[in-house]
């Protein structure tokens, strides 16, 4: 589907028209390119389901905890995540070195992070080893800790890294001049910073909800065999011996996409909103 | 406002690094350590079991590895050549339109991998690109594409503009103008989008698994070694991590030659 160009053509269309098109021009290859295999994908998806696999995968047991279950650790992680990514910003964006380290684990693959998590935190690892014995259970528990933990330490940081964007030389120099007005701490925050690092967080932390919702290697390492994440719901699915167990999975996927895709379009909606 | 005094940077850095840097080290002894029984801290037995289990002949980790490679140099390469003339594009838009089309070429971002590998794997099928490198690299491309023209943006804007309008008046074509010109100034930046594109694509497990058949990708390779046998799971850890250590590297020497 292309965007169109809100409100409508001009009088003279014509000459703007082409230069609208040669404008758009560049855009097109990325555009189509993303378009034919992400239109593909869903498709692809939507193909392989009928009335039939939508009840057997509505139907399976596994699924409404799986959902419930998804839906808990994504809001948990994402929340802390943009939380403590606020607190991280606050903390090292006058400390170059520090704001280096905070961004160690932005390209730390997912699957090293959750291994590494399970040999410090899992049963015997060194934490359990260190301590004598870990009082609560971390790895592999039925709450989803382990999951929450390790997206929590990868999300934060990345978050973090968008906030310190925002929170630049210009928010610090309108942070001054609130403190020279006798602004405290709280209140500098409140007015001078956080109306510059919202955006980018809110926008962040959709991409990190809509990610958690589709984790797949963390919940593999660290979750539960039961419940299942939405995504590795779909795997178990697809073990089946048949061809129904495909169809069954992609209806898993397409409700983890409807549901990851849903704030987004809610967050734009608002903003057009909040824009007009 | 208080600056923050040099015992206090460190103390922070310290704390930082506890949290966010520190515990990727115990995949080292982890991955070489033949024996570490609980509840002993320190390992009884050193050795190179995980190594030579890793890579032993017949293991998938080796082919796994040139595999990941070549789908990340393919697919990055790809994403920089549709990313380039697609973010120069869109930082001339008015605010309004960009937003739309933004929003347009970043909504694979919020799709879950799995469900993209799965939902591509019937196509794929139908052209003959199921289990080879070249699908796999597609699939992956439709998270690659986005993060790399997000990364590529702060090379755009008027002073690139400026740059090569002042290069074409001085006689320059199209071409010598990007080559001579352009592409030297950007350079850093497309150098930063290259990187994180090849480390999206080498982190993939779900989209691999999902359209990649049996091929050997080194997460897929990897992941069932993290609950059955950590030490070769730490070794292929440790390799996964090259690439990301390498960025972390390049950028810090960049960093420390800008006077960042």
């Known amino acids: 589907m292309m965007a169109r160009e809100p409100g409508g053509r001009p009088p003279d269309a014509p000459a703007d028209a ?34 039939a696999t939508w009840r057997a995968a509505l139907g399976d047991p596994r699924f409404w905890p799986a959902l ?21 910003a606050a903390l090292v964006r006058r400390r170059p070195r520090a704001a280096a380290v905070v961004g160690v684990p932005v390209l730390v693959p997912h699957l090293v992070a959750a291994t590494v998590a399970a040999a410090w935190l ?11 014995d870990l009082a609560v259970e971390l790895v592999r528990d039925r709450a989803g800790v382990g999951i929450v933990l390790v997206t929590t330490w990868k999300e934060a940081p990345f978050l973090t890294l968008l906030v310190l964007t925002a929170w630049d030389e210009g928010v610090r120099r309108r942070e001054e001049a609130a403190a020279t007005l006798g602004a405290g701490r709280w209140d500098r925050f409140r007015h001078a910073a956080w109306p510059a690092v919202r955006t980018p967080l809110a926008v962040g932390s959709l991409v990190v909800g809509a990610f958690v919702l589709g984790s797949f290697e963390v919940p593999l390492v660290v979750g ?20 129904e167990g495909t169809a069954v999975a992609a209806v898993t996927l397409l409700v983890a996409t409807a549901l990851a895709l849903l704030p987004a379009v809610a967050a734009a909606r608002w903003a057009r909103r909040a824009d007009a | 406002m208080r600056e923050p005094t040099r015992r206090g940077a460190d103390a922070t850095t310290a704390a930082v690094a506890a949290v966010f840097a520190l515990p990727l080290l115990l995949l080292v002894p982890r991955a070489l350590a033949d024996v570490w029984r609980a509840p002993a801290v320190l390992p009884q037995q050193w050795g190179l079991r995980g190594v030579e289990a890793a890579f032993a002949p017949g293991a998938e980790a080796g082919t ?11 697919t990055t390469a790809v994403a920089l050549a549709l990313a380039w003339p697609a973010g120069r594009a869109l930082v001339r838009l008015p605010a309004r339109r960009r937003a739309v089309w933004f929003v347009l070429l970043l909504a694979p971002l ?18 003959g690109l199921a289990d080879t490198l070249v699908g796999i690299g597609a699939a992956h491309l439709v998270q690659v594409l986005p993060y790399v023209l997000l990364a590529l943006l702060p090379a755009f804007g008027r002073d690139l503009d400026a740059l ?13 103008a990007l080559a001579v010109v352009v592409a030297p100034a950007a350079a850093p930046v497309v150098a930063t989008a290259a990187l994180l594109g090849f480390v999206v694509s080498w982190s993939q497990v779900a989209t691999s698994l999902a359209v990649g058949g049996g091929l050997p990708m080194l997460p897929v390779v ?7 046998d950590p030490q070769v799971a730490a070794v292929l850890d440790l390799v996964l991590l090259v690439p990301p250590l390498v960025v972390l590297g390049l950028r810090s020497r960049w960093s420390a030659r800008l006077g960042g």
């Open chain 2, 164 to 176: 090569e309008e002042a290069a074409r008046v001085g006689g320059a074509s199209r071409l010598r």
């Open chain 2, 222 to 228: 990897a992941l069932p070694f993290a609950r059955s």
């Open chain 1, 18 to 51: 082409a230069r609208g098109l040669r404008e758009l021009l560049p855009l097109l290859p990325a555009t189509t390119v993303l378009a034919v295999l992400f239109g593909g994908a869903v498709t692809g998806a939507l193909s392989r389901t009928d009335a």
């Open chain 1, 122 to 132: 899992g049963p015997g690892g060194l934490a359990d080893r260190l301590l004598g």
């Open chain 2, 110 to 127: 919020l799709v879950p991998t799995y469900a993209t590998g799965t939902g591509l794997v019937a196509w794929l099928l139908r052209l």
């Open chain 2, 64 to 74: 796994a590895v040139l595999n990941s490679t070549l789908v990340a140099l393919g």
């Open chain 1, 224 to 243: 539960p065999t039961s419940p299942p994440m939405l995504a590795t719901l779909a795997l178990q699915q697809t073990r089946v011996a048949s061809l």
């Open chain 1, 68 to 88: 419930g279950f998804t839906l808990r650790v994504t809001v948990l992680a994402t929340v802390l995540s943009a939380v403590l990514a606020v607190g991280l």
